[in-house]
């Protein structure tokens, strides 16, 4: 405590009235067990900051450079407080002292420890702690100020510049933050709007939503002044379509048109994608995004998403209205009929893949919604003039590795879609090819949100309904895999265990796919670790396939953690998978 009273002498109020002392926040550290608290390390660092700017005889460091300086360090956590990055932050920011603390739970409240960092000497001392009701979060937060001002002899501003707010406020606040910083600022504006909402005097909030808006109208503005001529024409035609949508009463091919529309929609932003995004090293490679590509990226795939979850209520609600409903549309005639150009533009003026007929059956779009959100996957089939195989995109990590909130979209969309069975009637001669459809698709969602039981339990239901399916022996041997029994998985395991290379050789790539649906990335680095301990030039090179077998997989999960250790094992075609990370 006396070294702690001897630092606070330094920083008092005549010292500090000579030359104001460069003071810079660091992020706190959260000791709770509720994970959700991890974005108030920011959050609450930035409140501090906010509100420690207008006292007199101190010089903040915005967070914004701070955050910089992290981002080229990488650093994470407490090794801010390492003795080879203490000099680095102080000489980064220009500052002589930091502050820094740790949120930890008391049950049922909450309490702030706070400590004071001399930046020349890594010395570290703890100071204070406030303890209060989480709801009172602000209470919280300003008893912290009062107390650290005090403390340093300085007189805590008479209103707090941050304004007020409650936990929920702060949290939502805090995930914008996290969100700005990795160039998602679609998301952090939604996020900013739910912290003004429900604290209208959070004056923080609202200055960060402004900014943040106004950085979106700019980011459109420019968007647009790159567009090519025949892209914003196609942009509007495509714009004029949905907004028609399909109120009644609809013109001849009016409904054909729309559906058109979705599928040029899809094409485009599939085609917006790849061009984005840096091409792989081989074909067989997903196109990663990267730090610098994150933002724009993430807006795309979000916008796939919205455009083909539409179709396929659009669809269904067709299907209840028309009969019979209409199953597919061909476009070149459709819109030849409407005197429309947009498929001209598309094909043959931006030169984008796309299929002349488009299937607007819900299951369809929705299996293929299933392919994009979980394997980063776009395929484009081939018409007249085109490849037979088609167009394939490949992207990672996906969608819902990116936003884990598209697993429960998907699956409620994939509940809508089933709807388009219960029309059919159980007489309809389809209903197996349908079921199966729904059942796979279902059962891929449940793969990737790690509930193996639940895919199981859905593939097992779809065998016991249709024992003489065309695709049994192959649904069994998928059910047989997630359990880990199939007999390639089996032998798979014999081989791991016994070191047979030659055996590994044939099976890794297939078993470390498997290990990732059943087990997902702690399956990934168990399996790797068995084979780090066999021995000699054969079972090394196993290991290198496994490895990148491994990476790949950690890519399409998005898990920086599991594709770093992979790394540090040797070179990735992903190496940028990660960057700012």
């Known amino acids: 405590m006396k070294a702690l009273l001897l630092l606070l002498t330094l920083l008092s109020a005549p010292a500090i009235a000579a030359e104001p002392k460069v003071v810079m926040v660091l992020y706190f550290d959260n000791n709770t067990t509720d994970r959700e608290y991890?974005?108030?390390?920011k959050g609450l660092a930035d409140m501090l900051i906010s509100d420690l700017a207008g006292v007199e005889g101190l010089k903040v460091v915005e967070r914004e450079k701070l955050q910089a300086l992290i981002d080229e360090l990488k650093l994470q956590g407490t090794s801010y407080f390492d003795s080879g990055t203490v000099g680095r932050l102080g000489k980064g920011t220009g500052a002589r002292y930091a502050i820094t603390g740790s949120i930890t739970a008391v049950t049922p409240k909450l309490r702030l420890d706070v400590r004071l960092v001399d930046l020349q000497t890594g010395e570290v001392e703890k100071t204070e702690q406030v303890t209060g009701e989480r709801e009172?979060?602000?209470?919280?937060?300003?008893?912290?100020?009062?107390?650290?001002?005090?403390?340093?002899?300085?007189?805590?501003?008479s209103e707090a510049h941050a304004g007020e707010t409650d936990l929920d406020g702060a949290l939502a606040y805090s995930k914008a933050l996290d969100l700005t910083d990795k160039g998602e600022l679609k998301a952090a504006s939604e996020q900013l709007s739910k912290a003004v909402q429900g604290a209208p005097d959070f004056?923080?909030?609202?200055?960060?939503?402004?900014?943040i808006l106004k950085r979106?109208?700019?980011?459109?503005?420019?968007?647009?002044?790159?567009?090519?001529?025949?892209?914003?024409?196609?942009?509007?035609?495509?714009?004029?379509?949905?907004?028609?949508?399909?109120?009644?009463?609809?013109?001849?091919?009016?409904?054909?048109?729309?559906?058109?529309?979705?599928?040029?929609?899809r094409s485009y932003l599939g085609w917006k994608l790849t061009r984005l995004l840096p091409q792989p090293a081989s074909p067989e490679l997903p196109q990663v995004i990267n730090a610098a590509t994150r933002a724009e990226a993430v807006g795309l795939m979000k916008q796939y998403y919205a455009n083909w979850e539409q179709a396929?209520?659009?669809?269904?609600?067709?299907?209840?209205?028309?009969?019979?409903?209409?199953?597919?549309?061909?476009?070149?005639?459709?819109?030849?009929?409407?005197?429309?150009k947009d498929f001209a533009l598309l094909k043959h003026s931006l030169r984008v893949p796309f299929y002349f007929s488009v299937d607007v059956s819900p299951i369809?779009?929705?299996?293929?919604?299933?392919?994009?959100?979980?394997?980063?996957?776009?395929h484009i089939e081939g018409g007249p003039g085109d490849s037979a195989e088609g167009t394939t995109w490949r992207f990672a990590p996906t969608l819902f590795a990116i936003d884990p909130s598209y697993g429960k979209k998907m699956l409620a969309l994939l509940d809508a879609a089933q709807r388009q069975r219960d029309f059919q009637g159980n007489t309809y001669p389809g209903l197996e090819y349908l079921d199966t459809r729904l059942a796979a698709a279902r059962a891929d969602v449940f793969i990737a949100t790690r509930e193996p039981q639940k895919a199981i339990a859905v593939l097992q239901a779809l065998l016991e309904k249709y024992p003489k399916l065309k695709r049994y022996k192959a649904f069994e041997n998928a059910v047989e895999d997630l359990i880990g029994v199939?007999?390639?998985?089996?032998?798979?395991?014999?081989?791991?265990?016994?070191?047979?290379?030659?055996?590994l050789d044939a099976t890794i790539g297939p078993e470390v796919r498997r290990i990732a649906d059943a087990q997902g990335p702690r399956g990934l680095a168990q399996v790797l670790k068995q084979l780090g301990k066999c021995e000699g030039e054969p079972a090394k090179a196993v290991l290198r396939k496994a490895q990148l077998a491994a990476a790949a997989e950690a890519v399409l999960f998005g898990d920086c953690t599991l594709l770093?250790?992979?790394?540090?094992?040797?070179?990735?075609?992903y190496a940028t998978a990660c960057d700012g990370e």
Do not use: W
Not at 38 to 41: C, F, I, N, R, S
Not at 564 to 573: H, N, V
């Open 564 to 573: 770093k250790a992979l790394e540090a094992m040797g070179p990735t075609p």
């Open 486 to 503: 199939s007999a390639e998985a089996l032998a798979a395991q014999k081989a791991i265990k016994t070191c047979d290379a030659a055996a």
């Open 312 to 340: 396929v209520n659009d669809s269904l609600a067709m299907q209840e209205h028309i009969k019979p409903p209409i199953q597919a549309v061909e476009c070149p005639m459709t819109l030849h009929k409407l005197g429309n």
């Open 38 to 41: 991890d974005v108030l390390q």
């Open 136 to 157: 009172k979060f602000f209470e919280l937060e300003q008893a912290l100020v009062a107390r650290f001002l005090a403390r340093l002899g300085l007189k805590a501003p």
């Open 203 to 211: 004056t923080l909030a609202k200055e960060r939503y402004a900014e």
């Open 364 to 378: 369809e779009v929705a299996v293929d919604l299933v392919e994009f959100t979980f394997a980063g996957k776009v």
């Open 216 to 265: 979106l109208r700019e980011a459109g503005k420019k968007r647009q002044e790159v567009l090519s001529a025949e892209e914003q024409e196609l942009l509007q035609g495509i714009a004029a379509s949905f907004a028609r949508g399909l109120k009644p009463p609809l013109k001849p091919y009016e409904l054909e048109s729309y559906f058109c529309h979705r599928g040029i929609n």
